[in-house]
């Protein structure tokens, strides 16, 4: 799981770099889906919403990648990385500030 994540807060990153430039979007990235069955490092522990916070991720991937007009782009991208901080402040405190930073 911790190498995936890395992926997706590169994923997020450059992202942000591409709306701001007025790029297209990366290629949808098809290991996200990952997530459903990724294990975490010994010792860190599901919340009892995984599964939900896993669909929401899901949910959010698939909406940000239906829009295209660039204000539209942006709110998703950001309900998309909200989905991150809401399953991270419960799993993973870590690394919330730093996706936070990656919002609008
Ligand atoms: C369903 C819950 C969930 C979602 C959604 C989620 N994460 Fe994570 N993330 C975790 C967990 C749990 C870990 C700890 C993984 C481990 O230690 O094995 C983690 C770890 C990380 C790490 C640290 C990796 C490392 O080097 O140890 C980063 C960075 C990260 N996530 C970024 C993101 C980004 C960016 C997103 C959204 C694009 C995201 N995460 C979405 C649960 C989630």
Redesign the pocket.
């Given at each position: 799981?911790?190498k995936l994540?890395?992926e997706?807060?590169l994923?997020?990153k450059t992202e942000r770099l591409n709306i701001e430039s007025g790029k297209a979007p990366q290629l949808l990235p098809k290991e996200f889906t990952k997530?459903k069955t990724a294990r975490?490092?010994r010792g860190?522990k599901?919340a009892p919403r995984?599964n939900e916070?896993?669909a929401s991720?899901m949910d959010e991937l698939g909406n940000y990648y239906q829009v295209n007009d660039s204000v539209a782009r942006k709110a998703f991208f950001n309900a998309?990385?909200i989905?991150?901080v809401t399953?991270?402040k419960e799993?993973?405190p870590g690394?919330v500030r730093?996706?936070q930073e990656n919002l609008f």
């Open positions: 799981m911790a994540m890395r997706m807060l994923f997020i997530i975490v490092t860190k599901f995984h916070y896993v991720f998309l990385v989905t991150c399953c991270h799993e993973c690394p730093t996706i």
